[in-house]
């Protein structure tokens, strides 16, 4: 890149590492933000930026826990001297290389008692996982008194025994006031590079919370969280302005995300009390969240006929079209292939119509099921054939990305579909990205 990257940030991930780089590389990309990843793994990762970030964009992200502003940077190799060669020297080195005193100024004292602050450890590599609560307790008592060398009074919040990592969670961090505080003290520690600084947003599960069950009508069985919902929005390069299509709208779950992103959204769903639901829920929406000059349109119709309902040219869809029958426990591999079997026909019809409806150079993010077997090997569509053969294009989202450093360590780049399956569901997701081209 032509101009410097100074501004620094770690993204804390959610449970989907992959899923969750995916989403803020697009996120990124679609608003013109520069940028390069320095440090990639499956609890953080390091970006490096031209522009300040808004720590608002925590509310744009479904798979982002924390954001982290970098105040430095200290070589990984201090921290396996320090903690895993136990060298008593290089530990005391540390605490002059660590910015405590920036990371201290940050904290305002309180005005009676004690303030609170709390640190989190994250790392790249294993080896780090068994001295995290020592470099925790070591970074928080060094932080303590540099607090007390700047007069201020300081309490360094502690950890349940259970805990299995020195990790605060995001409802922690709200309520005890850290994030207005500047108190959270995050350490990422990477594979070269380990980077030290304040957390300026978190991931506020309440609001997630609140989409999710407190909307007036629910459709728990068949229902598509709040997370993964504005994840596959953010994939669609869903911005202000444009027209978002979910052809399958159920309750709309997708259409909600849509919305806050201030799209022109159109829902889609075969069954009519699918569609009286999603009016019901965008109503809620519009109030709960003081939305203005909102424009969505819902519709009862066949997604195998969307060209019949569409007169829209559209810009993004995301969708989850039916995944098949809710199993009680985990099929064979020849029930698993028919149940794609049948589902196929749909899937194919979807995609030709989809491709009539969108315009050139638009998003497709679809959901399609990833069945589990008793053999232990899954059972997937296979939908990037078929896609191709409609004439869609399939999107690599890290095919852009600048990895300054170890990005041969995974073959992200060449990754067109992510995985998003829980240990206790029988059938999970498979989530794609495809382009139309012309």
């Not at 470099?135 to 299995?164: C, I, N, V, W, Y």
């Not at 994939?235 to 259409?255: A, I």
């Not at 194919?348 to 119509?353: A, C, G, K, P, S």
């Not at 491709?355 to 899954?378: E, H, N």
Request: one cysteine or more; a neutral charge.
């Amino acid at each position: 890149m032509s101009n410097p990257l100074k501004n620094s940030y770690c993204f804390i991930s959610g449970k989907n590492w992959k899923l969750s780089l995916a989403e803020i590389a697009s996120y990124l990309e679609e608003r013109c933000i520069s940028f390069e990843v320095s440090e990639f793994s499956r609890s953080y990762f390091t970006i490096k930026t031209e522009a300040v970030l808004d720590k608002s964009i925590i509310d744009d992200l479904g798979g982002t826990l924390k954001i982290v502003e970098v105040a430095a940077f200290v070589s990984t190799k201090l921290l396996t001297d320090a903690f895993l060669k136990e060298n008593k020297q290089v530990k005391k080195q540390l605490v002059f290389d660590f910015p405590l005193d920036v990371l201290a100024d940050r904290m305002p004292g309180a005005e009676s008692g004690k303030s609170v602050f709390g640190v989190s450890i994250y790392w790249a590599e294993p080896p780090f996982r068994p001295v995290a609560k020592l470099t925790q307790r070591f970074l928080g008592s060094a932080l303590k008194d540099e607090l007390k060398h700047q007069g201020k009074k300081a309490r360094f919040m502690g950890f349940p025994r259970d805990r299995e990592n020195p990790q605060l969670t995001p409802v922690e961090v709200l309520k005890q006031g850290l994030l207005e505080n500047h108190a959270e003290v995050v350490l990422c520690i990477g594979k070269h590079e380990t980077a030290i600084g304040t957390t300026v947003a978190v991931h506020n599960p309440f609001e997630f919370q609140k989409r999710d069950v407190d909307k007036p009508v629910q459709r728990k069985i068949f229902g598509i969280s709040p997370r993964i919902a504005k994840i596959m929005v953010n994939l669609s390069r869903c911005t202000s302005g444009k027209v978002f299509l979910d052809p399958f709208c159920g309750v709309g779950n997708v259409l909600q995300e849509a919305l806050l992103a201030k799209a022109r959204v159109i829902g889609v769903d075969i069954n009519s009390w699918c569609v009286d639901a999603a009016r019901r829920n965008l109503e809620w929406l519009t109030r709960e969240y003081s939305l203005e000059d909102v424009d969505y349109m819902l519709i009862q119709g066949d997604a195998r006929n969307l060209r019949q309902k569409i007169r829209d040219e559209i810009d993004c869809v995301a969708t989850e079209p039916d995944l098949g029958p809710a199993l009680r426990e985990v099929a064979t591999t020849s029930y698993a292939e028919k149940i794609l079997e049948k589902l196929s026909p749909l899937f194919i019809d979807f995609l030709l119509e989809a491709y009539a409806v969108m315009r050139d150079g638009g998003l497709l993010v679809l959901v399609t099921p990833f069945v589990k077997t008793r053999s232990g090997k899954p059972v997937t569509m296979n939908i990037q054939e078929i896609a191709l053969s409609v004439g869609f294009e399939t999107v690599t989202p890290f095919g852009e990305v600048a990895f300054v450093s170890d990005a041969a360590d995974f073959p992200l780049r060449d990754l067109s579909g992510f995985i998003d399956v829980d240990e206790r569901h029988k059938i999970g997701r498979e989530i794609s990205i495809f382009k139309k081209t012309p």
